[in-house]
């Protein structure tokens, strides 16, 4: 059972254009939501996360906009750069019940930004 | 945020065999745990390493194919036992940091090719 659905699986972009990731999560009981870079031959570098008491948080071109209600929340990169090629995670996590810190990701979405 | 270094960086294995990949962290942390991410794949958490006892696995994985280590605060190994083709993924290692260990620091992962 995949608990974090993320879309599309790629993504091609003119540069300056908008990106837009969505994911879709069931477990109710997540309640952390960080998306992570990665570069081919890096590990994931943490981009920006949010938790669920706000419904956006932006940090530079990078917004992350969630939906409590409907368990949905997405990333956008504004004026998408070439430099911004990579693939993208996002991810959720739960603290409930006291439980140890386990991220659960979704599959991944290759950016592509042409010049 | 931490930094994390993994060795090997990559290595080519025969089938049969083992390969110990360590983890070394420039701070001390609570939290250390093992990733996999299989060619094109998202991450999957294979075990929390647990300082000073044993490391807590994840439904699909078991200590004796993924020995794990944790002698103290700043150091893991994770091994890959009696390797076959399947086991041909990136390994990293991760960490937790931030209130609560929410935020979770990558290295930049083992490419392991079983041949």
């Known amino acids: 059972q995949q608990q974090v659905k993320q879309s599309p699986q790629s993504l091609i972009v003119q540069k300056g254009g908008i990106s837009i990731i969505n994911c879709a999560y069931e477990?109710?009981?997540?309640?952390?939501f960080p998306w992570y870079q990665q570069f081919p031959g890096k590990g994931p570098a943490l981009l920006i996360a949010i938790r669920p008491d706000v419904s956006e948080k932006k940090e530079g071109r990078f917004t992350i906009s969630f939906n409590k209600s409907a368990k949905q929340f997405s990333l956008h990169i504004m004026d998408s750069q070439p430099g911004d090629s990579a693939t993208y995670f996002c991810?959720?996590?739960?603290?409930?019940?006291?439980?140890?810190?386990?991220?659960?990701f979704g599959k991944g979405t290759l950016l592509t930004v042409n010049p | 945020s931490a930094v994390i270094s993994q060795k090997p960086s990559r290595d080519i294995c025969q089938r049969g065999t083992s390969l110990t990949i360590q983890c070394q962290v420039d701070s001390q942390v609570t939290m250390m745990f093992w990733y996999r991410q299989q060619p094109g794949q998202s991450l999957t958490l294979i075990a929390t390493?647990?300082?000073?006892?044993?490391?807590?696995?994840e439904s699909g994985f078991v200590i004796d194919k993924f020995p794990i280590s944790r002698p103290n605060l700043t150091f893991s190994t994770l091994t890959v036992s009696n390797m076959s083709p399947e086991d041909s993924s990136i390994y990293l290692c991760s960490v937790g940091q931030g209130a609560g260990n929410t935020e979770a620091f990558f290295g930049q992962g083992t490419r392991l090719t079983v041949v």
């Open positions: 390493a647990n300082q000073g006892s044993e490391a807590t696995y």
């Open positions: 991810a959720a996590s739960s603290h409930s019940g006291g439980s140890n810190y386990k991220l659960t």
């Open positions: 477990n109710t009981a997540f309640d952390y």
